[in-house]
């Protein structure tokens, strides 16, 4: 009778164990825990240095590994609709056709809805490094310009004590508004409207600025640039933040 009732237990256990692993593999990630995030990037980004040498900071997946695009041995048809893609995507914008046209001309794999979808993830990254103060994972998504414009802020807010409390709630809409090849370096700007949950804290741990109870809608407009002047330049796939502009 003992020896039935532990086999049982024991399958009692299993089953349950199983199902809280299930859970958590369709949960959804964000919790408020920033540093969490923040270390699982940087593991990625680690993993993704050691196999190609060099550092992913917006890094777009090849146009080979999308099911839906054939490069097979006919370049011209590969092109032709890539530039397919880039028209129905840019849309009436004519300015912004005209920039991702000629970004995908210097660069067959550049594809803008993976390139949005990196964008948004690095946004993120960003928007929560530089509340966490963590100057290390800001130098690698960085130019080196901004890249001291944030260190100074955040050396300005050490310096009085200060903290933020941050919980990054999402990112509402990410458009590309300005694209444009110039001097063989590739830039696309995009407009981030996004929702956080911001408050600063005094030293005394008292709320000088925000609110910690309120969602708050930001919108962002932030350059990304990448050299796509030759062979080399293009095997490095790095897209870095240089330069930002609050619009709200």
């Given at each position: 009778?003992?020896?039935?009732?532990?086999?049982?237990?024991?399958?009692?256990?299993?089953?349950?164990?199983?199902?809280?692993?299930?859970?958590?593999?369709?949960?959804?990630?964000?919790?408020?825990?920033?540093?969490?995030?923040?270390?699982?990037?940087?593991?990625?980004?680690?993993?993704?240095?050691?196999?190609?040498?060099?550092?992913?900071?917006?890094?777009?997946?090849?146009?080979?590994?999308?099911?839906?695009?054939?490069?097979?041995?006919?370049?011209?048809?590969?092109?032709?609709?890539?530039?397919?893609?880039?028209?129905?995507?840019?849309?009436?914008?004519?300015?912004?056709?005209?920039?991702?046209?000629?970004?995908?001309?210097?660069?067959?794999?550049?594809?803008?809805?993976?390139?949005?979808?990196?964008?948004?993830?690095?946004?993120?990254?960003?928007?929560?490094?530089?509340?966490?103060g963590n100057r290390k994972l800001l130098?690698?998504?960085?130019?080196?310009?901004?890249?001291?414009?944030?260190?100074?802020?955040?050396?300005?807010?050490?310096?009085?004590?200060?903290?933020?409390?941050?919980?990054?709630?999402?990112?509402?809409?990410?458009?590309?508004?300005?694209?444009?090849?110039?001097d063989g370096i590739a830039s696309v700007?995009?407009?981030?409207?996004?929702?956080?949950?911001?408050?600063?804290?005094?030293?005394?741990?008292?709320?000088?600025?925000?609110?910690?109870?309120?969602?708050?809608?930001?919108?962002?407009?932030?350059?990304?640039?990448?050299?796509?002047?030759?062979?080399?330049?293009?095997?490095?796939?790095?897209?870095?933040?240089?330069?930002?502009?609050?619009?709200?």
């Amino acid at each position: 009778m003992n020896s039935s009732i532990d086999i049982v237990t024991l399958i009692s256990l299993i089953v349950a164990v199983v199902v809280i692993l299930k859970l958590r593999s369709v949960l959804g990630r964000r919790t408020g825990d920033e540093e969490s995030r923040i270390e699982r990037f940087r593991t990625e980004r680690a993993q993704q240095e050691a196999a190609t040498g060099t550092d992913k900071v917006v890094t777009l997946p090849r146009r080979s590994e999308d099911p839906e695009t054939d490069f097979r041995a006919d370049g011209e048809l590969a092109t032709a609709n890539a530039e397919a893609r880039i028209r129905a995507f840019a849309g009436s914008n004519a300015s912004v056709r005209k920039g991702l046209l000629d970004i995908l001309r210097f660069d067959p794999a550049f594809d803008p809805e993976k390139f949005v979808a990196g964008a948004k993830t690095a946004y993120e990254m960003i928007v929560m490094a530089f509340a966490a103060g963590n100057r290390k994972l800001l130098k690698d998504l960085l130019s080196s310009e901004v890249y001291e414009g944030f260190v100074g802020a955040i050396a300005d807010r050490e310096s009085r004590g200060e903290q933020i409390d941050q919980s990054f709630v999402g990112i509402d809409n990410a458009e590309i508004v300005e694209s444009e090849v110039k001097d063989g370096i590739a830039s696309v700007t995009i407009r981030f409207a996004s929702h956080l949950i911001s408050a600063t804290r005094d030293s005394a741990g008292e709320v000088i600025d925000g609110d910690p109870q309120r969602i708050k809608e930001v919108t962002d407009i932030w350059t990304f640039s990448r050299d796509v002047s030759s062979a080399r330049a293009l095997a490095n796939p790095n897209w870095k933040l240089v330069a930002t502009l609050a619009a709200g």
